[in-house]
């Protein structure tokens, strides 16, 4: 069974930055791509970016792309999105996933809210 557990989000004022994690258990985050979505309100779920399994590097979204990081700790079997320069747009659930055994897993959501 895989579990995905986020935190990290909270309200912060526009141009500030936070890290979100995702504690993940039942799998190995360095052999998984580790995925970060978010969903907006009235939106569809987005892809935000992930880390691919045994380094071979990220990938973001445009609309993040040089504002957000992807990253991940082995040993705490978590994986980070460290987000700066944040913008009201960017304000979302932000959902961790991986493709593990044939299906996606999601972890519950952590808010993310952006404003001044």
């Known amino acids: 069974q895989v579990q995905l557990v986020e935190s990290g989000g909270g309200l912060v004022q526009p141009g500030d930055s936070l890290r979100l994690s995702c504690k993940a258990s039942?799998?190995?985050?360095?052999?998984?791509?580790m995925n970060w979505f978010r969903q907006a309100p009235g939106k569809e779920r987005e892809f935000v970016g992930r880390?691919?399994?045994?380094?071979?590097?990220?990938e973001y979204a445009d609309s993040v792309k040089g504002r957000f990081t992807i990253s991940r700790d082995y040993a705490k079997n978590t994986a980070y999105l460290q987000m700066n320069s944040l913008q009201p747009e960017d304000t979302a659930i932000y959902y961790c996933?991986?493709?593990?055994?044939?299906?996606?897993?999601w972890g519950q959501g952590t808010q993310v809210t952006v404003s001044s």
């Open positions: 996933n991986v493709f593990f055994r044939g299906r996606q897993w």
């Open positions: 039942g799998i190995m985050v360095g052999t998984s791509h």
């Open positions: 880390i691919l399994n045994g380094g071979a590097g990220t």
